[in-house]
Every structure is written in structure tokens, then in C-alpha cells.
């Protein structure tokens, strides 16, 4: 039985017996022979979840994580997995954990309880360099180095770096996922644009939304163009970068960025790859993590109303492992499901992707759109450019541009698919076994929707 025949039959046996921990590891194992790093990753990140795989597969996640340069995530579970039990092994990779990332672990009595910050505290965050334009519409810019305390009258536009102003786009620029946009124009944009209404039934603007789903399926463009129909700023930070480069100095940095919102409302502040906060203040109790996360959550619920023009937007492709803390009304009290395009907005995706190149204008849309179903963004955008690879190719040897073909596209979808397929795998468990409170039922509807349930 070859590679690909093992792990279909794995992941068929996982449906069945999801809280099987050997499995997963047995997957994972398979998955990286077949060079599916990530997919490994997400495997062994199962197994810790049960019981008695759980230790083991932890350290097996740290060492992993830590080859993958995951190293906030890697220094959060070996830490929590030391302070449950010594391991030299463990020891070990901890220090070159902290080695790679050039850093200190702080003492338990420097981060003993939330730093109590003041507006004034922005004041000792250095100025940042400035970034350039994104030059993609999905990427964001790099984040400039924070100095520590002490730092003399840093620039009051510091934050400006983080703020997408001259890349504003609405909700005609987002092809399909019209249940959402009606569901963000109700919950975020109407209490602004018509908040009198709003008020009669006690209710203000403000407020934070989680969207969560496959990766590459638009959540970052949907805060964007939710700003843009706001005509406010859009501020977009990592909480990766967030936690790998200011370490010592994120309670600070967090609390300066909040602070620039609310002096520059209205901002839409959207925190990327949320669910790296979800290493959850109870996993170890680390110290660091259990600070930062009350942090969080402080500057979240404001004080007097002090966020009341500032909208928050998370997207993370692992609601699971975002800390219930944060789902609380006034928080991330609102949560909605971002799904890969339907055929209505493949069709809208492909015609543009395809028109940019040479006799893409003429290729049968319909009959690659009825190929493509659970394709996402990122994915079909893919295609297209596997599809221009040949007649590419054929250019550059002949010399004269040729046109790209029905019989490319046919050979790029040969070569492609949904790379949604194996999220909705993982998440069709989660939706099956920990849905308790209802959290997951616009899930279980899609997938039952797909047939994938």
C-alpha cells in the first residue's frame, strides 16, 4: 500500500475513532514521510489532546514546532510541560528554544500578576521604523522593533506602520460570503451608521467579532473591506509577531496599540492567527502567557466605554484552541464562519484571475468553476497560475506570447485541490465531540450542507 493509500485509510479510521492518540501519531508519521509537514503538526497537535498520547506527543510538538520556527508556541508547551514534570530531554530543547529565539525566560516573581498601565506607559515604546506599502492584498506589514522601558520621546505615530490607509476596499470588492457580510453590516457597521436606532434598543457600537474557517478563504480582506464601508482605519497586527519579537514587552506594546486606536477612532483593529493565544492561561499557568493574556483582555474590555468606536476583528484558523475568555459578551462575543467561495464567487475569482493572462478571456469559466467546489481563494488563485505555467513556458522557448489554454486548466486541476479538505477533516471532530454549547452549529449546518458531515 503506497503513502497516500495509508493515510487515506488513517484519516478514514480517525473519523471513526477520532480520540484515538496512537492513530495520530501514526498519521502524523505518515504525513511527514510524504513531506505534509504541517499537516504533521496539526496531527501530533491532535494527540495531545487525548490523554494517554498527551506528554509524549507534547514533546513531540516542541521539537517540531521549534524546527518549524513556531517558537512562541514551542516555548509555551515545553514550559507547561516542565512544570508538570522534569525532563532533561525537554530542558534541553527548552534552552534552545530560548537560544534560537535570543532571549530570557523572566522569573515567576517579575510576571507574578497583569501590569498595570497607564495611558502614559505608550510613552516608552520606541519608534518604529517605517514599513513599506504591502504590495499583496493578504500581506501585512513587518512589524518594527519595540525598545525597552525607558525609551525618550518616542514618535506618537509609531502605530501609523500598522495601518493599511491607502489600501481601503469594500464589501463589492469581496466576491461571494454574503450571509457574512449581512451579518458584520448588522452587528458591526449598522449601531455606526445608524446608531440613534441602535440606541432605542440599548445598544451601542463597538464590539468585538471572531471569524474563523479554512485558510485562504478572505477573512483578513473581510476586515479590511469592513473598514472600508466604515471609511475607518484598518490596523492589522499578528499576534505571532506580537509574542515572537517583543518578548518581555508585549503587555506594553498591546496596551500602546489599543490606546492609538481609541485616540484614532474609528479603527478597526484586527489581530491575525488568533488562536496563538489559544495556549490557554491553564495550560501550565505559565507566568508570561497567564500576563499577557489578562493583558488582552483587559485593553478588550476597556474602561467607560473607552472602546466604544473601536471594532475588533480576530481571524484564527483553530477556534478551538482559542481561550473561552476571550468568547465572553464584550469581547469576541460574536463568532462567524468564513467558507471557501460558492460557485457564484469562483466565478467571479477565476474570471479575474484568468483575465490576466493571454487568452484567459476566452476559457470556459462554468466548466472550471463545477471543478473546483470547496476550492478557496488562495486556492484558485493557484490554479490559475499552474494553469499559466505551460503556455509560460512555451512563450519564453519560442519567443511569442502563446495563450493559455482549456488543456492547461484541465492539467492544473490534475495537479491541485482543496486545500480546505483537510481542515474541514479536523474540524468536523471538533464539531462532532465538542460542540456542547452550540458553538460549533453553523459548522455542523455547512458541513451537513457539503456533504461532509
Same mark, same amino acid.
Not at 488562495?378 to 490554479?383: E, G, N, Q, S
Given at each position: 500500500?503506497?503513502?497516500?493509500?495509508?493515510?487515506?485509510?488513517?484519516?478514514?479510521?480517525?473519523?471513526?475513532?477520532?480520540?484515538?492518540?496512537?492513530?495520530?501519531?501514526?498519521?502524523?508519521?505518515?504525513?511527514?514521510?510524504?513531506?505534509?509537514?504541517?499537516?504533521?503538526?496539526?496531527?501530533?497537535?491532535?494527540?495531545?489532546?487525548?490523554?494517554?498520547?498527551?506528554?509524549?506527543?507534547?514533546?513531540?510538538?516542541?521539537?517540531?514546532?521549534?524546527?518549524?520556527?513556531?517558537?512562541?508556541?514551542?516555548?509555551?508547551?515545553?514550559?507547561?510541560?516542565?512544570?508538570?514534570?522534569?525532563?532533561?530531554?525537554?530542558?534541553?530543547?527548552?534552552?534552545?528554544?530560548?537560544?534560537?529565539?535570543?532571549?530570557? %525566560?523572566?522569573?515567576? =516573581?517579575?510576571? &507574578? +500578576?497583569?501590569? #498595570?498601565? /497607564?495611558? $502614559?506607559? *505608550?510613552?516608552? %515604546?520606541?519608534?518604529? =521604523?517605517?514599513? &513599506? +506599502?504591502?504590495? #499583496?492584498? /493578504?500581506? $501585512?506589514? *513587518?512589524?518594527?522593533?519595540?525598545?525597552?522601558?525607558?525609551?525618550?520621546?518616542?514618535? #506618537?505615530?509609531?502605530?501609523?506602520?500598522?495601518?493599511?490607509?491607502?489600501?481601503?476596499?469594500?464589501?463589492?470588492?469581496?466576491?461571494?460570503?454574503?450571509?457574512?457580510?449581512?451579518?458584520?453590516?448588522?452587528?458591526?457597521?449598522?449601531?455606526?451608521?445608524?446608531?440613534?436606532?441602535?440606541?432605542?434598543?440599548?445598544?451601542?457600537?463597538?464590539?468585538?467579532?471572531?471569524?474563523?474557517?479554512?485558510?485562504?478563504?478572505?477573512?483578513?480582506?473581510?476586515?479590511?473591506?469592513?473598514?472600508?464601508?466604515?471609511?475607518?482605519?484598518?490596523?492589522?497586527?499578528?499576534?505571532?509577531?506580537?509574542?515572537?519579537?517583543?518578548?518581555?514587552?508585549?503587555?506594553?506594546?498591546?496596551?500602546?496599540?489599543?490606546?492609538?486606536?481609541?485616540?484614532?477612532?474609528?479603527?478597526?483593529?484586527?489581530?491575525?492567527?488568533?488562536?496563538?493565544?489559544?495556549?490557554?492561561?491553564?495550560?501550565?499557568?505559565?507566568?508570561?502567557?497567564?500576563?499577557?493574556?489578562?493583558?488582552?483582555?483587559?485593553?478588550?474590555?476597556?474602561?467607560?466605554?473607552?472602546?466604544?468606536?473601536?471594532?475588533?476583528?480576530?481571524?484564527?484558523?483553530?477556534?478551538?484552541?482559542?481561550?473561552?475568555?476571550?468568547?465572553?459578551?464584550?469581547?469576541?462575543?460574536?463568532?462567524?464562519?468564513?467558507?471557501?467561495?460558492?460557485?457564484?464567487?469562483?466565478?467571479?475569482?477565476?474570471?479575474?484571475?484568468?483575465?490576466?493572462?493571454?487568452?484567459?478571456?476566452?476559457?470556459?469559466?462554468?466548466?472550471?468553476?463545477?471543478?473546483?467546489?470547496?476550492?478557496?481563494?488562495?486556492?484558485?488563485?493557484?490554479?490559475?497560475?499552474?494553469?499559466?505555467?505551460?503556455?509560460?513556458?512555451?512563450?519564453?522557448?519560442?519567443?511569442?506570447?502563446?495563450?493559455?489554454?482549456?488543456?492547461?486548466?484541465?492539467?492544473?486541476?490534475?495537479?491541485?485541490?482543496?486545500?480546505?479538505?483537510?481542515?474541514?477533516?479536523?474540524?468536523?471532530?471538533?464539531?462532532?465531540?465538542?460542540?456542547?454549547?452550540?458553538?460549533?452549529?453553523?459548522?455542523?449546518?455547512?458541513?451537513?450542507?457539503?456533504?461532509?458531515?
Amino acid at each position: 500500500m503506497n503513502n497516500d493509500a495509508v493515510i487515506q485509510a488513517l484519516r478514514q479510521a480517525l473519523a471513526a475513532d477520532p480520540r484515538n492518540g496512537p492513530l495520530w501519531i501514526h498519521l502524523a508519521d505518515q504525513l511527514m514521510a510524504g513531506g505534509d509537514r504541517a499537516g504533521a503538526i496539526e496531527a501530533v497537535r491532535m494527540s495531545t489532546q487525548i490523554r494517554e498520547t498527551a506528554r509524549a506527543a507534547g514533546k513531540r510538538l516542541v521539537s517540531l514546532l521549534r524546527e518549524d520556527g513556531q517558537l512562541a508556541e514551542a516555548l509555551i508547551r515545553a514550559e507547561a510541560l516542565l512544570d508538570d514534570d522534569e525532563d532533561p530531554d525537554l530542558r534541553a530543547e527548552l534552552e534552545l528554544i530560548l537560544e534560537l529565539r535570543g532571549g530570557a %525566560v523572566a522569573s515567576d =516573581a517579575d510576571l &507574578s +500578576a497583569p501590569a #498595570e498601565i /497607564a495611558a $502614559e506607559d *505608550a510613552d516608552d %515604546v520606541e519608534p518604529a =521604523a517605517e514599513s &513599506s +506599502a504591502a504590495e #499583496e492584498e /493578504a500581506r $501585512e506589514p *513587518a512589524l518594527a522593533p519595540i525598545a525597552a522601558p525607558g525609551a525618550d520621546e518616542p514618535d #506618537e505615530n509609531w502605530a501609523d506602520q500598522f495601518d493599511w490607509g491607502d489600501l481601503r476596499v469594500t464589501f463589492s470588492d469581496v466576491a461571494g460570503l454574503d450571509d457574512v457580510k449581512k451579518q458584520i453590516n448588522l452587528r458591526i457597521i449598522a449601531p455606526f451608521t445608524n446608531p440613534d436606532v441602535y440606541r432605542a434598543f440599548g445598544r451601542d457600537g463597538g464590539g468585538g467579532l471572531l471569524m474563523y474557517g479554512p485558510p485562504g478563504c478572505g477573512k483578513t480582506y473581510l476586515a479590511r473591506a469592513t473598514a472600508g464601508e466604515l471609511s475607518a482605519r484598518f490596523v492589522s497586527v499578528s499576534i505571532h509577531e506580537i509574542i515572537d519579537k517583543y518578548w518581555g514587552e508585549s503587555e506594553k506594546y498591546v496596551h500602546a496599540l489599543f490606546e492609538d486606536a481609541r485616540s484614532n477612532s474609528p479603527t478597526v483593529l484586527f489581530f491575525d492567527e488568533f488562536d496563538a493565544l489559544g495556549a490557554s492561561r491553564g495550560r501550565g499557568d505559565n507566568s508570561f502567557w497567564r500576563v499577557f493574556v489578562d493583558q488582552m483582555l483587559q485593553e478588550m474590555d476597556g474602561v467607560d466605554s473607552r472602546n466604544r468606536d473601536v471594532l475588533l476583528f480576530a481571524a484564527t484558523n483553530m477556534p478551538w484552541n482559542v481561550d473561552p475568555a476571550f468568547r465572553r459578551p464584550g469581547r469576541f462575543d460574536r463568532v462567524l464562519l468564513v467558507t471557501p467561495p460558492d460557485a457564484e464567487a469562483r466565478r467571479q475569482i477565476l474570471t479575474k484571475h484568468l483575465a490576466e493572462m493571454p487568452g484567459g478571456r476566452a476559457l470556459d469559466v462554468d466548466a472550471i468553476v463545477a471543478k473546483t467546489e470547496l476550492y478557496t481563494g488562495a486556492d484558485l488563485r493557484h490554479l490559475c497560475e499552474r494553469a499559466g505555467e505551460a503556455a509560460l513556458e512555451l512563450s519564453l522557448t519560442s519567443g511569442e506570447i502563446h495563450d493559455v489554454t482549456q488543456a492547461h486548466v484541465k492539467a492544473a486541476l490534475g495537479k491541485t485541490q482543496s486545500t480546505a479538505l483537510e481542515w474541514f477533516a479536523t474540524a468536523r471532530n471538533h464539531a462532532r465531540y465538542a460542540n456542547e454549547g452550540g458553538q460549533y452549529d453553523d459548522l455542523v449546518s455547512y458541513l451537513k450542507a457539503i456533504r461532509k458531515w
